[in-house]
């Protein structure tokens, strides 16, 4: 939706910047945000499952917890980056 606002010219893009910044728009790219770094670390977990570390039942309970865990904390300091929060 942003390239193509973007491509679409200056009206369409003033529209998705206005659908962005509202609160439903911030909740929307939280959440995406959210899901690249979901993603990105479970897809680590499985590299490491793949070479065979990690079988144990309690040490992949603790890599699925370190997980979810990872991509809130990745989540929280993305948008503490681009929000500016410096304190």
């Given at each position: 939706w942003?390239?193509?606002a973007l491509a679409a010219g200056p009206?369409?893009?003033q529209s998705?910047?206005?659908h962005a910044s509202s609160w439903y728009g911030l909740v929307l790219l939280v959440g995406l945000t959210w899901a690249f770094w979901q993603h990105l670390l479970s897809g680590i977990r499985h590299l490491v499952l793949d070479i065979g570390?990690?079988?144990?039942?309690?040490?992949n309970k603790l890599?699925?917890?370190l997980t979810v865990a990872g991509a809130l904390f990745l989540?929280?300091?993305t948008w503490?980056?681009?929000?500016g929060v410096n304190q």
């Open positions: 942003w390239l193509w009206d369409d893009y998705f910047s206005a570390a990690g079988f144990e039942l309690r040490i890599f699925a917890v989540t929280a300091l503490f980056l681009i929000l």
